[in-house]
Protein backbone atom coordinates (compact mmCIF):
# COMPACT_ATOMS: atom_id res chain seq x y z
CA UNK A 1 0.00 0.00 0.00
CA UNK A 2 1.21 3.29 -0.14
CA UNK A 3 3.67 5.43 2.18
CA UNK A 4 3.50 8.67 3.20
CA UNK A 5 6.88 10.41 5.19
CA UNK A 6 6.55 14.44 5.84
CA UNK A 7 9.37 16.45 7.21
CA UNK A 8 9.95 18.11 9.12
CA UNK A 9 7.65 17.44 12.31
CA UNK A 10 8.22 20.32 13.55
CA UNK A 11 9.15 23.74 11.94
CA UNK A 12 9.17 27.26 13.51
CA UNK A 13 9.84 30.51 10.91
CA UNK A 14 9.87 33.77 11.75
CA UNK A 15 6.80 35.76 10.86
CA UNK A 16 7.45 37.11 7.15
CA UNK A 17 9.49 34.29 5.65
CA UNK A 18 8.66 31.31 4.09
CA UNK A 19 7.77 27.58 5.06
CA UNK A 20 8.64 24.69 3.16
CA UNK A 21 7.18 21.32 4.03
CA UNK A 22 8.14 18.20 1.82
CA UNK A 23 6.79 14.30 1.90
CA UNK A 24 7.44 11.38 -0.27
CA UNK A 25 5.07 9.01 -1.27
CA UNK A 26 5.65 5.16 -2.60
CA UNK A 27 2.56 4.63 -4.57
CA UNK A 28 3.96 5.44 -8.28
CA UNK A 29 -0.02 4.93 -9.12
CA UNK A 30 -0.79 8.12 -6.97
CA UNK A 31 -2.49 11.10 -8.77
CA UNK A 32 -3.90 13.26 -5.96
CA UNK A 33 -1.93 15.16 -3.78
CA UNK A 34 -3.92 17.50 -1.38
CA UNK A 35 -2.65 19.21 1.41
CA UNK A 36 -4.72 20.09 5.14
CA UNK A 37 -4.11 22.66 7.73
CA UNK A 38 -5.57 21.37 11.33
CA UNK A 39 -5.69 23.74 13.73
CA UNK A 40 -6.11 22.77 17.41
CA UNK A 41 -9.05 20.57 18.77
CA UNK A 42 -10.69 21.37 14.62
CA UNK A 43 -10.67 19.13 11.91
CA UNK A 44 -8.56 19.32 8.82
CA UNK A 45 -9.13 22.12 6.63
CA UNK A 46 -8.30 21.36 2.80
CA UNK A 47 -6.08 24.10 1.43
CA UNK A 48 -4.20 23.28 -1.65
CA UNK A 49 -4.45 20.36 -3.78
CA UNK A 50 -2.62 19.24 -6.45
CA UNK A 51 -2.65 16.09 -9.14
CA UNK A 52 -0.42 14.60 -11.08
CA UNK A 53 -0.72 16.14 -14.52
CA UNK A 54 0.22 19.67 -12.96
CA UNK A 55 4.00 20.30 -11.68
CA UNK A 56 2.64 23.89 -9.53
CA UNK A 57 0.11 25.32 -8.10
CA UNK A 58 -0.15 28.97 -6.63
CA UNK A 59 -3.12 29.77 -4.48
CA UNK A 60 -1.80 33.50 -2.73
CA UNK A 61 0.95 32.62 -0.51
CA UNK A 62 0.43 28.79 -0.64
CA UNK A 63 2.11 27.01 -3.61
CA UNK A 64 2.74 23.54 -4.27
CA UNK A 65 5.26 21.53 -6.33
CA UNK A 66 5.26 17.75 -7.30
CA UNK A 67 8.12 15.65 -8.91
CA UNK A 68 6.13 12.73 -10.24
CA UNK A 69 9.49 11.08 -11.64
CA UNK A 70 11.37 11.20 -7.89
CA UNK A 71 7.29 10.97 -5.66
CA UNK A 72 8.27 13.95 -3.45
CA UNK A 73 5.69 16.68 -3.40
CA UNK A 74 6.36 20.26 -0.84
CA UNK A 75 4.24 22.84 0.05
CA UNK A 76 5.63 25.86 0.01
CA UNK A 77 3.79 29.52 2.40
CA UNK A 78 5.45 32.57 1.87
CA UNK A 79 5.02 36.00 3.72
CA UNK A 80 3.70 33.98 6.75
CA UNK A 81 1.85 35.37 9.19
CA UNK A 82 0.85 34.62 12.79
CA UNK A 83 -2.41 32.87 11.90
CA UNK A 84 -0.23 29.91 9.53
CA UNK A 85 0.44 28.64 12.72
CA UNK A 86 -0.92 24.87 12.70
CA UNK A 87 -0.60 21.61 11.85
CA UNK A 88 -0.30 20.77 8.19
CA UNK A 89 -0.43 17.22 6.82
CA UNK A 90 0.28 16.40 3.31
CA UNK A 91 -1.81 13.39 1.68
CA UNK A 92 -1.98 10.78 -1.53
CA UNK A 93 -4.36 8.73 -2.62
CA UNK A 94 -4.75 5.29 -3.26
CA UNK A 95 -7.08 2.74 -4.57
CA UNK A 96 -9.06 2.70 -7.77
CA UNK A 97 -11.10 4.87 -9.57
CA UNK A 98 -14.21 6.03 -8.01
CA UNK A 99 -12.58 4.05 -4.68
CA UNK A 100 -10.40 6.55 -4.35
CA UNK A 101 -8.64 6.89 -0.26
CA UNK A 102 -6.25 8.72 0.94
CA UNK A 103 -3.12 7.93 2.87
CA UNK A 104 -2.11 10.58 5.39
CA UNK A 105 1.72 11.85 6.12
CA UNK A 106 2.53 12.01 10.27
CA UNK A 107 2.37 15.84 9.66
CA UNK A 108 4.47 19.63 10.89
CA UNK A 109 3.53 21.22 13.43
CA UNK A 110 4.39 24.69 11.86
CA UNK A 111 4.91 27.86 14.35
CA UNK A 112 5.07 31.14 13.37
CA UNK A 113 7.31 33.33 15.46
CA UNK A 114 5.85 37.10 15.66
CA UNK B 1 -15.50 24.10 -0.24
CA UNK B 2 -18.04 22.02 0.70
CA UNK B 3 -19.61 21.47 4.23
CA UNK B 4 -19.62 18.88 6.75
CA UNK B 5 -20.93 18.34 10.30
CA UNK B 6 -20.34 16.31 13.71
CA UNK B 7 -22.46 15.61 16.14
CA UNK B 8 -21.67 15.70 19.15
CA UNK B 9 -18.35 17.95 19.30
CA UNK B 10 -16.91 15.88 22.37
CA UNK B 11 -18.06 13.21 24.57
CA UNK B 12 -17.53 11.94 27.97
CA UNK B 13 -19.27 8.57 28.44
CA UNK B 14 -18.55 5.78 30.95
CA UNK B 15 -16.80 2.51 29.99
CA UNK B 16 -19.04 -0.13 28.44
CA UNK B 17 -21.65 1.61 27.32
CA UNK B 18 -21.97 3.13 23.54
CA UNK B 19 -21.69 5.95 21.89
CA UNK B 20 -23.22 7.29 18.69
CA UNK B 21 -21.55 9.70 16.63
CA UNK B 22 -23.50 11.87 13.57
CA UNK B 23 -21.43 13.30 10.69
CA UNK B 24 -23.63 15.35 8.30
CA UNK B 25 -23.19 16.46 4.63
CA UNK B 26 -24.27 19.98 4.65
CA UNK B 27 -24.91 21.21 0.76
CA UNK B 28 -24.25 18.43 -0.95
CA UNK B 29 -25.00 14.37 -0.85
CA UNK B 30 -21.93 12.25 -0.39
CA UNK B 31 -22.86 8.51 -1.59
CA UNK B 32 -19.45 7.67 0.35
CA UNK B 33 -18.07 8.79 3.89
CA UNK B 34 -15.29 8.46 5.80
CA UNK B 35 -14.40 7.60 9.40
CA UNK B 36 -10.62 8.99 10.55
CA UNK B 37 -9.39 8.09 14.30
CA UNK B 38 -6.64 10.92 15.43
CA UNK B 39 -4.76 10.07 18.70
CA UNK B 40 -3.32 13.20 20.09
CA UNK B 41 -0.08 14.59 18.37
CA UNK B 42 -0.29 11.60 15.28
CA UNK B 43 -1.44 11.64 12.04
CA UNK B 44 -5.19 10.86 10.88
CA UNK B 45 -5.55 6.90 10.18
CA UNK B 46 -8.43 5.76 8.45
CA UNK B 47 -10.93 3.35 9.99
CA UNK B 48 -13.72 2.61 7.41
CA UNK B 49 -15.66 4.08 4.14
CA UNK B 50 -18.95 4.30 4.75
CA UNK B 51 -21.47 3.58 1.59
CA UNK B 52 -24.51 4.68 1.39
CA UNK B 53 -27.09 1.63 1.20
CA UNK B 54 -24.50 -1.13 1.53
CA UNK B 55 -22.45 -2.52 4.12
CA UNK B 56 -18.98 -0.47 5.12
CA UNK B 57 -15.63 -1.44 4.24
CA UNK B 58 -13.62 -1.43 7.27
CA UNK B 59 -9.43 -1.48 7.50
CA UNK B 60 -7.44 -3.90 9.00
CA UNK B 61 -7.32 -4.38 12.09
CA UNK B 62 -10.86 -2.59 12.98
CA UNK B 63 -13.54 -4.04 14.69
CA UNK B 64 -16.65 -3.75 12.46
CA UNK B 65 -18.48 -5.01 15.46
CA UNK B 66 -16.87 -2.70 17.67
CA UNK B 67 -17.45 0.44 15.01
CA UNK B 68 -20.66 0.12 13.47
CA UNK B 69 -21.28 1.98 10.56
CA UNK B 70 -24.34 3.20 8.79
CA UNK B 71 -25.15 5.46 5.97
CA UNK B 72 -28.20 5.37 6.34
CA UNK B 73 -29.17 8.34 3.81
CA UNK B 74 -26.96 10.54 1.15
CA UNK B 75 -26.40 13.42 3.48
CA UNK B 76 -25.89 10.97 6.58
CA UNK B 77 -23.27 8.58 8.12
CA UNK B 78 -23.20 7.76 11.91
CA UNK B 79 -20.67 5.57 13.81
CA UNK B 80 -21.15 4.01 16.86
CA UNK B 81 -18.78 2.91 19.02
CA UNK B 82 -19.78 0.14 21.20
CA UNK B 83 -19.03 -0.64 24.81
CA UNK B 84 -16.93 1.85 24.63
CA UNK B 85 -13.12 1.64 26.95
CA UNK B 86 -10.64 4.07 27.96
CA UNK B 87 -8.53 2.69 24.90
CA UNK B 88 -11.20 4.07 22.79
CA UNK B 89 -10.77 7.65 23.67
CA UNK B 90 -9.43 10.04 20.90
CA UNK B 91 -10.51 12.31 17.57
CA UNK B 92 -12.84 11.22 15.31
CA UNK B 93 -13.39 12.34 12.09
CA UNK B 94 -15.47 12.21 9.24
CA UNK B 95 -15.18 13.03 5.52
CA UNK B 96 -16.96 13.18 2.60
CA UNK B 97 -15.94 13.64 -1.20
CA UNK B 98 -17.62 16.08 -3.13
CA UNK B 99 -17.21 14.51 -6.16
CA UNK B 100 -19.66 11.97 -7.66
CA UNK B 101 -17.55 10.61 -9.75
CA UNK B 102 -13.59 11.48 -8.55
CA UNK B 103 -13.73 11.36 -4.58
CA UNK B 104 -10.07 11.93 -3.23
CA UNK B 105 -10.78 15.57 -3.10
CA UNK B 106 -12.27 15.17 0.75
CA UNK B 107 -13.84 17.69 3.23
CA UNK B 108 -13.75 16.89 7.07
CA UNK B 109 -16.04 17.59 9.79
CA UNK B 110 -15.22 19.24 12.95
CA UNK B 111 -14.32 16.09 14.98
CA UNK B 112 -15.76 14.63 17.75
CA UNK B 113 -13.68 14.01 20.77
CA UNK B 114 -14.88 11.41 22.70
CA UNK B 115 -13.26 10.50 26.42
CA UNK B 116 -13.99 6.87 27.98
CA UNK B 117 -13.77 7.34 31.83
Known amino acids: GENVEQHPSTLSVQEGDSAVIKCTYS??????FPWYKQELGKGPQLIIDIRSNVGEKKDQRIAVTLNKTAKHFSLHITETQPEDSAVYFC?????????????FGTGTRLTIIP | GAVVSQHPSWVICKSGTSVKIECRSLDFQATTMFWYRQFPKQSLMLMAT?????????EQGVEKDKFLINHASLTLSTLTVTSAHPEDSSFYIC?????????????FGPGTRLLVL
Open chain 2, 50 to 58: SNEGSKATY
Open chain 1, 27 to 32: DSASNY
Open chain 2, 95 to 107: SAPQGAILQETQY
Open chain 1, 91 to 103: AADTGYFGNEKLT
